[in-house]
C-alpha cells in the first residue's frame, strides 16, 4: 500500500497542480512603468479583499481557519536515494516511501496515521520529497533550509560532522561577520546554520 505522505498517493484523490507566480502588469507591455504599477496594486488590493470577503465567509459558515498545512517541500536530485539518506541522518528524520520515481522523509515524531482533526492536521509539521531530475544544479537556490542547533549543543562540531559527511562552503555573497554558516549539501542544495539558540 502506498503511504499517504507521498506526491503520487495522492493522483487517485486529487490532482497536483503546478503553480507558477506571475507578475502585476505582466502582458502589458505597451503600458507605462507607472500605469503597470498601479494596476498591479489595484488587482492585489482587489484580491485581498477578495480574500478577506472569503476568510470571513469560511468562518462564518465553517467556524475554521483559511489556512493550509505546509505539507512537503520537494527536491530535485540526480541521486535520490542517497540525498534523501544524507538528509535523513542530518535532521534525524526516516525514510517513508521509496521508489524510483520519488523518496520521502518526515520527522520521526509526525504520525503516519490519518488526520481527521483540522487543527491536528495543521499542527503537523512538513516532510521532505526527492525525485529524480537528468539536469544539474546551476544558479543558487531561491529558497533553502535554516538548521539551528540547541544551545546545548556544540555548534562548530555540528557543522565539522556536515562537513565530514559531504557538505561544503559556500558562497552566496555573504560577509565575513555573519553569525551563520552557509554549506551546500551533496549535489550544492545551499543551507545554512544559524548560532546556537533556545527559541
Known sequence: MTPPRTRRAHA??????????????AGMEGVGADRRWLWGAWAGARATER????TRDRHAAYGEPMALRWYTTVIDAHDIATLSRWWAQTLDWQIVYEDDEEVAIIPKWVAEDRIGDLAEWLRSGPGMVFVPVPEGK????????DLAPHKSQDRDAEVAALLERGATHADVGQSDDVTWTVLADPEGNEFCVLSARDR
Open 12 to 25: 487517485a484523490s486529487g490532482p497536483w497542480y503546478a503553480v507558477r507566480w506571475a507578475r502585476a502588469g
Open 51 to 54: 480574500g478577506r470577503a472569503c
Open 138 to 145: 546551476a544558479v543558487k537556490n531561491r529558497l533553502h533550509i
